[in-house]
């Protein structure tokens, strides 16, 4: 399968703070990408989808302006948490949609990164 | 209604044995049905897609009701390794939509 990597892993800022996650497919190109979250026991939940040289899209209920996306090149996308505060410690999770050509396209998921806001 | 219901459980199942669990989707148009296993604190890893016809992967089996709207997993002869949550994923097209993800239903498998 292909490979998709996040950086940071796992991070602690303090309230107030911003935090840039980084997406990476490392063997395919990915027009789209997609940031998830996932609180505990709880699902993974959309916030948006990433597109290569254009503007996220964002899922209702998602600020734009405080989960700022940037997909520069068809390889990485980057989530920044603006302005942290605890409520954003989550899981975060990207995907990288990897075009077969065929009906379905398969998704490959980063390992996530785990924000823990002070 | 949620979009994908699934039973959290937990389901401790004795190793060795057939466990099988169902997800339900409420959007009629969906496209495409997989599932995912997820270990604790790990990202989602797909297990299966889920096929009209069903489909068997070794000791997994997919399959797919769309009169019903609902897809199940059968898991037979479990073993320890199992044990994760398995997530139940529906795609319901649009073009750069993602995917949706059910809550997962915990599998404990037991010696």
């Known amino acids: 399968g292909a490979v998709v990597s996040q950086h940071p892993s796992w991070v602690i800022c303090k309230s107030g703070t911003s935090v840039k996650i980084e997406c990476r497919s490392l063997?395919?190109?990915?027009?789209?990408m997609f940031w998830y979250r996932q609180f505990p026991k709880q699902s993974l939940m959309l916030m948006a989808t990433s597109n290569e040289g254009s503007k996220a899209t964002y899922e209702q209920g998602v600020e734009k302006d405080k989960f700022l996306i940037n997909h520069a090149s068809l390889t990485l996308s980057t989530l920044t948490v603006t302005s942290a505060h605890p409520e954003d410690s989550s899981f975060y999770i990207c995907?990288?949609?990897?075009?077969?050509?065929?009906?379905?396209?398969?998704?490959?998921f980063g390992p996530g990164t785990r924000l823990t806001v002070l | 209604r949620k979009e994908v219901e699934q039973d959290p459980g937990p389901f401790n199942v004795p190793e060795g044995a057939t466990v099988a669990f169902n997800c339900t989707y409420s959007n009629s148009a969906s496209q495409s049905f997989f599932w995912y296993r997820q270990d604790c604190r790990k990202e989602p890893k797909l297990l299966m897609s889920v096929y009209s016809s069903g489909n068997e992967d070794g000791r997994f089996t997919a399959q797919l009701n769309r009169a019903s709207q609902y897809i199940s997993l059968l898991i037979r002869d479990s073993k320890l390794s199992d044990s994760a949550t398995y997530l139940c994923v529906v795609y319901s097209g649009g073009g750069a939509d993602g995917l949706t993800f059910g809550k997962g239903t915990h599998l404990i498998i037991q010696p």
């Open positions: 995907s990288a949609r990897k075009t077969s050509g065929g009906a379905t396209d398969t998704q490959y």
């Open positions: 063997d395919f190109q990915a027009t789209t």
